[in-house]
């Protein structure tokens, strides 16, 4: 086996740890190896993350269905509309963006760069939501909520999801915590459940444009995702997840700006 695919491999496994530690996060990380270490093209890695999300999300989620932690109530409301739009995104969108989108003198902007560097910006955003504290809510709260707000929001997260090949777990969770005053455990198990659904029909969009996949490929990183949240979920009682999350969230900040650098400067350089 190729190196870069075994050290890929190696890290979908911790990818898949803190899937089980946190619930959420670990996601974010498939980009980047599939990038970066397994040397996919940006856009192919958008639709491959999509399947992985997709796949260990719900995986993660049986917990919480059986737990019954998630609300569909919230699920028909936010995740529908974000359902819909990953999908179209993936099947019109993402396909229809031209390959050299524009040129500033002799600096080209491509599809592949436009997305990860777009990519990149919502890891920062991520890391900033992992390292903002949150506070539990001992009880569901009856409130009155802007179901076409949260509609046209969940509508808006998933042409963001669909474009990059993330969940928008991260912009899910803050979402209905504040806007829906959902508990936090079930904000996340309500997330969780959406992404799961979401990425896997995006990833439906591209195939149905058509798109190739080495599905050897995909069944070996989420095989070895889901042996990590295994191993994450059994981890999970030993470590603490707060502190965890704000090492991950700065972890994700320091990539962010990585990303960054190294496409909009040091390959221009």
Known sequence: MDLNLFVGYFLAVIVGITLGLMGSGGAIL??????????????????????IVGTTSMIGSVKNILDKNIDYQKVL???????????????????AIPENMTTFGNFIVTKSLALIVLFAILMIAAAFTMLQPQKENTELIAVRFNYSTLGLLGLSIGIIAGLVGAGGGFLMVPSLIILTKTPVKS???????????????????????GQIMDWKLLVKFVTA??????IGLSLAKKIDSTQLKRSFGWFILAM????????LLWNYL
């Open 187 to 209: 904000a996340i198990a309500t997330s969780l459940f959406i992404v799961a659904i979401q990425s896997l029909i995006g990833f439906a969009g591209d195939l149905q444009s």
């Open 30 to 51: 498939t980009i980047p190896i599939l990038v970066y270490v397994m040397a996919i093209t940006p856009v192919t890695a958008t639709a491959y993350s999509l399947f």
């Open 225 to 230: 995702a889901v042996i990590g949240i295994f």
């Open 77 to 95: 409301i936010f995740g529908v509309p974000s359902i819909v739009s990953v999908f179209l995104t993936r099947l019109f969108l993402v396909p």
């Open 256 to 263: 962010g700006i990585y990303i960054i650098l190294k496409e």
